[in-house]
C-alpha cells in the first residue's frame, strides 16, 4: 500500500473519531458523480434516473450500475467522498473512479440497509473509510 494513502486514511479516521463532522459537513454540497449520487431525500428524479439503468460495455471491474445513497447523514457522507476523492486522486482515472466510488456507496448502501435502528454518523463514515482502505490494499 502506498505509503501516503496509508498515511492519509489514518488521519481521516483520527478526524472522524474526534472532530464534529456534522459540523465541519455543514457547508458540503451532496455528492454527485461516476455514477453516485449521495442525498438527504429520495426525490422523483433519483428514482428516474436510477429507473434508467443505462447498458455499459466498460473496463471496469464491478458491474456498471446508477447508485444513490439516501440518508441524513448526506452532507457527512459527501464531506468524506471529497477526503477520499483528494487522497486517491492520483490512483483513480475516468475508468476506476466508477469502481471507486460506486464501492463507496454500495459500502454505504449496505451500512444503512443492515442497521435500519443504529445507525450514526461516525459509524457510517468508519464503514466506508474501511471499504476504501481494503481498496488501497489491492
Not at 43 to 53: A, K, M, N, V
Not at 55 to 82: C, G, H, I, M, N
Not at 88 to 106: H, M, R, W
Request: hydrophobic content about 40%; charged content about 30%; glycine content about 4%.
Amino acid at each position: 500500500m502506498d505509503c501516503r494513502i496509508l498515511s492519509e486514511l489514518k488521519k481521516l479516521e483520527q478526524q472522524i473519531l474526534s472532530e464534529d463532522i456534522s459540523q465541519m459537513a455543514r457547508s458540503t454540497r451532496e455528492w454527485g458523480g461516476a455514477d453516485v449520487i449521495i442525498a438527504s431525500n429520495m426525490t422523483e428524479e433519483i428514482r428516474q434516473w436510477l429507473g434508467d439503468q443505462p447498458l455499459v460495455v466498460s473496463l471496469q471491474k464491478t458491474a456498471p450500475r446508477r447508485r444513490a445513497v439516501v440518508t441524513q447523514y448526506s452532507k457527512e457522507l459527501s464531506w468524506l467522498f471529497d477526503q477520499l476523492k483528494s487522497i486517491f486522486s492520483e490512483n483513480i482515472d475516468y475508468v476506476s473512479k466508477y469502481d471507486f466510488y460506486g464501492l463507496l456507496a454500495q459500502s454505504a448502501i449496505d451500512y444503512l440497509e443492515n442497521d435500519q435502528e443504529n445507525q450514526n454518523v461516525k459509524d457510517m463514515l468508519l464503514h466506508v473509510l474501511d471499504t476504501a482502505k481494503g481498496m488501497s490494499e489491492k
